[in-house]
Structures are given as structure tokens and as C-alpha cells.
């Protein structure tokens, strides 16, 4: 075969590297990101040459993010190549693909979705501090639910963690919504609206008669509805102070949201102290009212 030939031809198929694995479930991740998901105690170079490997055989490729300091951040994506790698494994079942053909496509993509990532990791941190389970695969970023009338919700990620006491085990889920402050407070607020329609939504199977009373379509996935997290970043404390003062206006405004309130905990807290403190602190507020308190406890 000739020389060029080789050089077009497609990567022969091998087992995923976690690290493939990690960008199909969340997208877009930072070289220093993907280390602290996937090997907190390894060494910053371990990663990089894995990554190189995996960019050399045409399953990933990165962007490079904009800093005034001489070191260079690269944010790590799969390649349609990587994403043909990952698509049929276990772990990602049911995961549409995801793959990013251009650089210029992740750049308008890498902003959100580390910042997403950013919140994933302040999670994963206290668990391992508190002995809690919450790894890279308990973080799905982009969950899409119909809430009727062909509209959906999209989460930013639904989290899995699990609370571990001695022998006790308490399994929570959660919807996280990220906010940067790039939408108007009321716009944000809306959010509340949708998981609210989420919540009342009844899925009609196909074939069922119409007096046999339909189940909440959120069953379908979850055993309970998951509890609703707003990370708030991007912005000076007093806005997004008042961002947190435009949610509980909506959750004691709007009679769905409020429904939702009586049924499902709701709270909302600032990025930054998540990653200071950690999100088993005192720093969620309670879209119904009160004091700040751990997220498991709203």
C-alpha cells in the first residue's frame, strides 16, 4: 500500500482508554480537569501522554484556551473517529455521540461545558474527602426529558451520589443546572418552570386507554424526582446574589413551582464556594427561604 494511502486510513478500532471514555461522558475537558476525574494522584505528565497517544491515533483533539500566562490550557474533546471508539460501550448506552469536527465548533462549546465539568469536580472532591461515592461516571451531563406538548428540558447534568454512614447507604440524585450569568435573571428562573412541567408531565404509553391513569414520565429513569441544584458563577457576589432573590421569587410566585418546592428540594449556591469550601458546607441557599445548609439537607 502506498505511504499516502496509510497516512488517510481509519485507526483500527481497540479497547477505549479511560480518558476516551471520560470525554464521551463529559464532553470537553481540561488536561488538569481530566486528571483530578480520573487519577487525583497521579502525575500531571501520566495524563498528557496518554492524551498525545489518543491525539496521534485520531480519536481526540484539543482547543487551546485563552490566558495571559506563557503555559498553554488545553481543552480535550473526541474526534468522530473517537467518538465511533466509545459509542458502543456499556458504560455510555443510551448516550447520543458526541463528536466535535473543528476546533472553532468546541471553542464555542469549551466556556459552558468546562464550567459544568468545574462542578462535577468540586463534588467528586468531597466525596472522596467525606469517604462518599461520586466518580466520573456518576455525572451526566445534557439529560433530556419531554415535558409534553413536544418540548423538552435539558439538565446540564444529572448527578448521581451516594452518602455513606457506617453502614448505611443514602442514594441522592440530582438535576445541576449551571448558570455563568450569560441569560437574564428571569430567564434563569424559567428553568424552575420546565422541572416543574417535568415533574407533573404523565407519560400516556402507546395502547393504553384513556380512563387507565398514566405514571409520571420522570419514572420511567428515576425512583424518586431528583432533588434541583443551581450553580451560580460569572458574576460579581451581589448579582448573583439577586439571581439566587430571582429563583425564590419564582418557586413562591408560580403555583407550579411552588407544587414542586412541597415535594422536591431546591436550592442554589455560588461555584467559587463550592470549590473553597465544598458543597457539604453551609453554602446552599433554599429556594423556599431560610438559612444556608449542605446540599444533602435541603
Given amino acids: 500500500m502506498p505511504r499516502s494511502a496509510s497516512r488517510t486510513r481509519v485507526p483500527p478500532l481497540s479497547p477505549s482508554p479511560v480518558e476516551a471514555t471520560a470525554l464521551a461522558q463529559h464532553r470537553i475537558a481540561t488536561t488538569g480537569q481530566l486528571r483530578r476525574m480520573l487519577r487525583p494522584d497521579g502525575t500531571r505528565q501520566l495524563i498528557s501522554r496518554a492524551l498525545n497517544k489518543l491525539r496521534s491515533d485520531g480519536f481526540v483533539d484539543y482547543t487551546v484556551l485563552p490566558g495571559s500566562d506563557r503555559s498553554r ?44 465539568v468545574r462542578t462535577h469536580l468540586a463534588f467528586a472532591a468531597d466525596a472522596r474527602r467525606l469517604g462518599h461515592e461520586h466518580g466520573p461516571w456518576d455525572w451526566t451531563p445534557e439529560v433530556s426529558h419531554s415535558i409534553g406538548e413536544g418540548e423538552r428540558v435539558v439538565a446540564d447534568a444529572v448527578m448521581y ?28 428562573a424559567v428553568k424552575l418552570i420546565e422541572y416543574a412541567r417535568l415533574h407533573q408531565h404523565e407519560a400516556q404509553p402507546v ?31 451581589t448579582r448573583l446574589e439577586g439571581r439566587i432573590s430571582d429563583l425564590q421569587a419564582m418557586t ?47
Fill in 207 to 237: 395502547g393504553r386507554r384513556r380512563h387507565v391513569a398514566a405514571e409520571p414520565g420522570w419514572m420511567r429513569w428515576y425512583p424518586v424526582f431528583p432533588r434541583l441544584l443551581f450553580v451560580l458563577t460569572g458574576a460579581s457576589p
Fill in 73 to 116: 490550557t488545553h481543552a480535550w474533546y473526541l474526534t468522530p473517529d473517537g467518538a465511533r471508539l466509545t459509542r458502543d460501550l456499556p458504560l455510555l448506552r443510551g448516550r447520543p455521540p458526541y463528536p466535535i469536527t473543528s476546533t472553532t465548533a468546541a471553542s464555542l462549546k469549551t466556556a459552558h461545558t468546562l464550567t459544568v
Fill in 161 to 188: 451520589y451516594t452518602v455513606i454512614k457506617g453502614e448505611q447507604r443514602r442514594k441522592l440524585r440530582a438535576f445541576v443546572e449551571v448558570d455563568r450569568a450569560t441569560m437574564s435573571g428571569e430567564r434563569l
Fill in 252 to 298: 413562591a410566585q408560580h403555583p407550579l413551582v411552588t407544587a414542586l418546592a412541597r415535594e422536591v428540594p431546591l436550592g442554589a449556591a455560588v461555584l467559587e464556594d463550592l470549590e473553597q469550601h465544598g458543597p457539604a458546607q453551609n453554602v446552599w441557599t433554599p429556594l423556599t427561604g431560610d438559612t444556608p445548609r449542605p446540599w444533602v439537607d435541603l
